[in-house]
Every structure is written in C-alpha cells, then in structure tokens.
C-alpha cells in the first residue's frame, strides 16, 4: 500500500505560480514511477506530468511542457510540481499517482496504482 497526500494548491491569478507537493507514505520503496493527473469539471482526467525514480526521466504533457517542471526525490518520499505561467485552462483539481512497475503508457492513467485525493488549483483571469 502507498499512500499518497497532495498539498499547495489554491488560487492565483493568470500568468503566476504554484508549487503542487505529493507526499507519499506506506511501501514507497515499490513505486516506480510518481506522476499529476488533473481533472477540470465536465473533463476527463488528463495526463499533466511524471517521472521515474531510478532514471530520474520526466515525461510532460504539450499543454504544460516548458511551464511545468516535476522533480522528486530519490528516496520515493515527495514529488512536486513547480506550475509557472499558470493560465485559467490550467483550472483543475490535481491528483498524484503512483505506479509500481514499468511502463511504456506512462501517461494513461489506468496504469497507476496508487492515487491521492487531490488538491485544488484555480487560476483566474
């Protein structure tokens, strides 16, 4: 069992920033990969970033990619999501997620085992 806690949304106008953390607990040593999921009203849930533990790679989505950077740490304990050039579209509830094992479908996310309640992140224009 992984656990997983989401934490630093809130509101901010277009154009600033937020740092998202996901602070995982339980069997962390058997994540493999820690990734954002986010899911606006009336959407489905969407693919925002991830990163694999052993190989450090990162894997963004074209909405977010140069704006957005995730980094954790080695020991599977915390992933963030450092949110720069925030536009109302970014408006979502925020989810962590968690995998154990490795995957070519890194962004689907049917292929994460383990989900956090999700934080709130309200960009007004």
């Known amino acids: 069992q992984v656990q997983l806690v989401e934490s630093g949304g809130g509101l901010v106008q277009a154009g600033g920033s937020l740092r998202l953390s996901c602070a995982a607990s339980g069997r962390t040593f058997s994540t493999y990969y820690m990734g954002w999921f ?15 533990w052993s190989a450090g790679d990162t894997y963004y989505a074209d909405s977010v990619k140069g704006r957005f950077t995730i980094s954790g740490d080695n020991a599977k304990t915390t992933v963030y999501l450092q ?43």
């Open 38 to 52: 986010r899911q606006a009203p009336g959407k489905e849930r969407e693919f925002v970033a991830a990163v694999s």
């Open 83 to 125: 949110m720069n050039s925030l536009k109302p579209e970014d408006t979502a509830v925020y989810y962590c997620a968690a995998r154990d094992y490795y995957t070519d479908n890194v962004k689907m996310s049917y292929e994460y085992d383990y989900w956090g309640q999700g934080t709130q992140v309200t960009v007004s224009s």
